[in-house]
């Protein structure tokens, strides 16, 4: 489940972790956190700090008390590369924190630094979890999530639609929702993501293979149009084709009882990808996916493409 970190707590505690790898879950962490101590004080001091910049000595400087009594937020990115000498400072901070201080420590997760976020938890930080999104239902829901905080609403297909044309980083996905939010009216379809990206020759090239993968051949070939008509190269279209066909001869291929991320590590594909190939794969069989390779994934630039489709459709059915 996504941590929720479009609201911060209220006031802004005097501890907070940000804790996981994924960066825009991170981001938008810190700019919740500075604009509710800018909300408590408008001029309060803001040290948005990387260990490259923290040198022994400046912690103490920049949380020591104040003159002129304005609140204080200090953020420590990539905690879990602060130089040892720092690192002391830091746990000693975690230990008594300056009641007009808020300290925010990100931390990217892993066994790196992993006893200063355990003495953070133990300082009874609040902990704002930013762990990766890999899974696609869950890339969905944030989909989704991104549109209704936009003012708009969309289907569980017109979100994935979106994950298949702008794949499956967090960042990339929230830019493209919000993109088509503010440049769309109407309601939000799966044919508007596919229109609105159909200038991109690579988006258009892997729909193309997609319709036809999944038996679509009809829809493939007005789509191979459009796609030409919209600037995707023939080589381009064939790139799509001879990649999409090798990971579903190998996903056809593959044991059953392979779990996901061991079928992406064995195939190089990205984990979000695997539930949309398994899916396409379940009506071909290894020798009908090896068919199609051969007839498909190895043809070259100048054979007419159109008769590429109709064949690896046909050898589908086989």
Same mark, same amino acid.
């Given at each position: 489940?996504?941590?929720?970190?479009?609201?911060?707590?209220?006031?802004?505690?005097?501890?907070?972790?940000?804790?996981?790898?994924?960066?825009? *879950?991170?981001?938008?962490?810190?700019?919740?956190?500075?604009?509710?101590?800018?909300?408590?004080?408008?001029? &309060?001091?803001?040290?948005?700090?990387?260990? +490259?910049?923290?040198?022994?000595?400046?912690?103490?400087?920049?949380?020591?008390?104040?003159?002129?009594?304005?609140?204080?937020?200090? !953020?420590?990115?990539?905690?879990?590369? $602060?130089?040892?000498?720092?690192?002391?400072?830091?746990?000693?901070? $975690?230990?008594?924190?300056?009641?007009?201080?808020? *300290?925010?420590?990100?931390?990217?997760?892993?066994?790196?630094?992993?006893?200063?976020?355990?003495?953070?938890?133990? &300082?009874? &930080?609040?902990?704002?979890?930013?762990?990766?999104?890999?899974?696609?239902?869950?890339? !969905?829901?944030? !989909?989704?999530?991104?549109?209704?905080?936009?003012?708009?609403?969309?289907?569980?297909?017109?979100?994935?639609?979106?994950?298949?044309?702008?794949?499956?980083?967090?960042?990339?996905?929230?830019?493209? &929702?919000?993109? $088509?939010?503010?440049?769309?009216?109407?309601?939000?379809?799966?044919?508007?993501?596919?229109?609105?990206?159909?200038?991109?020759?690579?988006?258009?090239?892997?729909?193309?293979?997609?319709?036809?993968?999944?038996?679509?051949?009809?829809?493939?070939?007005?789509?191979?149009?459009?796609?030409?008509?919209?600037?995707?190269?023939?080589?381009?279209?064939?790139?799509? *084709?001879?990649?999409?066909?090798?990971?579903?001869?190998?996903?056809?291929?593959?044991?059953?009882?392979?779990?996901?991320?061991? *079928?992406?590590?064995?195939?190089?594909?990205?984990? =979000?990808?695997?539930?949309?190939?398994?899916?396409?794969?379940?009506? =071909?069989?290894?020798?009908?996916?090896?068919?199609?390779?051969?007839?498909?994934?190895?043809?070259?630039?100048?054979?007419?493409?159109?008769?590429?489709?109709?064949? !690896? +459709?046909?050898?589908?059915?086989?």
């Amino acid at each position: 489940m996504l941590a929720d970190v479009t609201t911060a707590p209220a006031p802004l505690p005097a501890l907070t972790l940000v804790f996981g790898p994924e960066e825009l *879950l991170a981001d938008r962490a810190i700019s919740t956190a500075k604009r509710a101590v800018r909300a408590v004080d408008p001029d &309060a001091d803001v040290h948005d700090l990387e260990p +490259g910049t923290l040198e022994s000595g400046m912690l103490d400087e920049l949380t020591s008390p104040s003159l002129f009594a304005e609140r204080r937020l200090v !953020i420590l990115r990539a905690a879990q590369d $602060l130089s040892q000498p720092v690192l002391g400072e830091v746990e000693a901070l $975690l230990r008594d924190v300056p009641d007009d201080v808020c *300290l925010v420590l990100v931390h990217a997760g892993g066994a790196k630094g992993k006893a200063l976020a355990e003495s953070a938890k133990k &300082a009874r &930080a609040v902990v704002i979890d930013c762990a990766e999104v890999k899974k696609p239902g869950d890339k !969905i829901a944030f !989909i989704t999530a991104e549109f209704r905080s936009a003012g708009r609403r969309v289907s569980g297909d017109t979100a994935r639609a979106l994950l298949d044309a702008v794949g499956g980083s967090l960042r990339e996905l929230a830019a493209a &929702a919000s993109q $088509l939010a503010t440049d769309t009216t109407g309601a939000i379809e799966p044919d508007t993501v596919r229109r609105y990206y159909a200038g991109r020759a690579d988006v258009s090239s892997f729909q193309v293979a997609d319709l036809v993968l999944e038996g679509r051949t009809a829809e493939a070939l007005q789509e191979l149009r459009w796609a030409l008509a919209c600037g995707a190269s023939g080589p381009a279209v064939v790139g799509a *084709l001879a990649s999409k066909i090798r990971e579903l001869a190998r996903v056809a291929a593959a044991p059953r009882g392979m779990s996901p991320a061991d *079928l992406a590590r064995e195939i190089g594909a990205p984990p =979000w990808k695997i539930d949309m190939l398994r899916r396409q794969a379940r009506a =071909w069989s290894p020798d009908a996916a090896a068919d199609a390779a051969v007839k498909g994934g190895a043809v070259s630039a100048e054979y007419a493409l159109e008769r590429a489709l109709v064949d !690896i +459709g046909a050898a589908r059915g086989n």
